[in-house]
C-alpha cells in the first residue's frame, strides 16, 4: 500500500451544501490526483497537483476545486452540491510524474440529495 | 481529445471459462497500464506494456501490446471466482503529462460458479 488514506470514506448531504474531501498521504509524493467514479464512464479525472500550490484542470473539473497547501494533503471541495456530483471519488499518488503505475486511495462514497 | 475506449462493458462467464477484454486508444501510447478493482474496492495496477508487440503473463493473466501501440488486452485463462472485478486500461494522456492518465470505461466481470 501507498499509504494513502480518504477522509471521508461515506458521506450524504443535500443540494447545495459545501462538501470537502481530503487526501492525505504519508509517502510525500508530488503527483496527486482525483477522480470521479461511475458507472459506464470508467474514472475520470478531476484535477491534479504537481506540487505544493500547483493544481491543474483535468477533464470534468467543472464544480469542483481543490487545494494543496502541504504535501501531504489533496482537498477537493464541491463549493455548492449538485445531484450529479452523486459519485464515487478516488485520491491517486503517482511515484514518479512519468504517467506510470498509479496507487489509490480507498474512496469516498457521496451522495448528494 | 484522447479516448480510450474498453470492451466489453460487461461479461459474465461460468467459473472455468476463458475472458477477455479489450482496450483502444484514439492516439498511440507510449505505455499502456492495466488495473484490476474488486467489488467495494480500489483500482489496483496489475501491469504496464511498454513495447509494440509486446505479451507479458502473470499467472492465468495475459497482457498483450498491440504492435501500432494503440490497442491491447487481456486474457485470463480458465476464470476463478477470484477474479471477479471491474478491469480498466489506462494509458498516458496528451500533453504536458504530469503522470495523467486516461483511463477506460472498464469490463466487469462477473464470475457464476
Known amino acids: 500500500d501507498a499509504g494513502i488514506t480518504q477522509s471521508p470514506r461515506h458521506k450524504v448531504t443535500e443540494t447545495g451544501t459545501p462538501v470537502t474531501l481530503r487526501c492525505h498521504q504519508t509517502e510525500n509524493h508530488r503527483y496527486m490526483y482525483w477522480y470521479r467514479q461511475d458507472p459506464g464512464h470508467g474514472l475520470r479525472l478531476i484535477h491534479y497537483?504537481?506540487?505544493?500550490?500547483?493544481?491543474d484542470k483535468g477533464e470534468v473539473s467543472d464544480g469542483y476545486s481543490v487545494s494543496r497547501s502541504k504535501t501531504e494533503d489533496f482537498l477537493l471541495t464541491l463549493e455548492s452540491a449538485t445531484s450529479s456530483q452523486t459519485s464515487v471519488y478516488f485520491c491517486a499518488i503517482s511515484r514518479t510524474g512519468a504517467a506510470n503505475e498509479q496507487f489509490f486511495g480507498p474512496g469516498t462514497r457521496l451522495t448528494v440529495l | 481529445g484522447q479516448q480510450v475506449m474498453q470492451i466489453p462493458q460487461y461479461q459474465h462467464v461460468q467459473e472455468g471459462e476463458d475472458f477477455t477484454t479489450y482496450c483502444n486508444s484514439s492516439?498511440?501510447?507510449?505505455?499502456i497500464q492495466w488495473y484490476k478493482q474488486r467489488p467495494g474496492g480500489h483500482p489496483v495496477f496489475l501491469i504496464q506494456l511498454v513495447k509494440s508487440g509486446e505479451v507479458k503473463k502473470q499467472k492465468r493473466l495475459t497482457f498483450q501490446f498491440g504492435e501500432a501501440k494503440k490497442n491491447s488486452s487481456l486474457h485470463i485463462t480458465a476464470t476463478q471466482t477470484t477474479d471477479v472485478g471491474t478491469y480498466f486500461c489506462?494509458?498516458?494522456?496528451?500533453?504536458?503529462?504530469?503522470?495523467?492518465?486516461?483511463f477506460g470505461q472498464g469490463t466487469i466481470l462477473t464470475v457464476h460458479p
Open positions: 497537483s504537481y506540487g505544493v500550490k500547483d493544481t
Open positions: 489506462a494509458g498516458p494522456s496528451g500533453g504536458t503529462s504530469y503522470g495523467k492518465l486516461t
Open positions: 492516439t498511440t501510447l507510449s505505455n
